[in-house]
């Protein structure tokens, strides 16, 4: 198996942390395998696009979700590091308005899967980070929405030193009392 997955607190939220091979040359390791995540998350999926941002200390994305087209998200940091957060967005679901938050570095090499129905946000806690994600869905600016990141009902305890760098629609998200939410 090229990783080891491990639960979090919200159960279909998932930490892969890869088999790193390496030596006096580098490194290698499978970032991703289809059959293998299969059997060891029971999760069959099929991922439709990658997208790669980079941003700089301080910079706080999210946190976001697409109402119709949901995506889920396999994400995972190749410079840097970020405080990667997922908020369970379900109604129905025993976690709603729960969140998880790790770590996710170029150094520790670890991936998050976040799956349709959670919003997913991260804060750069390094000079700078380059994330990558993979997405089971397309990107639909028409269905995207934001939650606000410092909700008071969240309370999401993000690792900030200062007040965080922020786009327009998250400066100015609704508060999860006010957002569209998942059945």
Known sequence: MPY???????????????KVFGDERGFFFESFNHRDFEKQA???????????????????RGLHYQIKHPQGKLVRVSQGAVFDVAVDLRRSSPNFGKWVGYE??????????IPAGFAHGF???????????KTT??????????????????????PLSATPVLASKDANAEALSNVEVFL
Not at 4 to 18: A, G, N, Q, S, W
Not at 140 to 153: A, C, K, M, Q
């Open 104 to 113: 996710l570095s170029a150094e520790n090499k670890r991936q998050m899967w």
């Open 4 to 18: 080891t997955i491990f639960k979090t607190d919200l159960p279909e939220v998932l930490i892969l942390e890869p």
């Open 42 to 60: 029971g999760i069959s999926t099929h991922f439709v696009q990658d997208n790669h941002s980079k941003s700089s200390h301080g910079v706080l």
């Open 137 to 158: 869905d397309y990107w639909y600016p028409e269905h995207e929405r934001s939650l606000r990141w410092n909700d008071p009902t969240l309370k999401i305890e993000w």
């Open 123 to 133: 804060l750069v806690t390094s000079e700078s980070a380059e994330f990558l994600y």
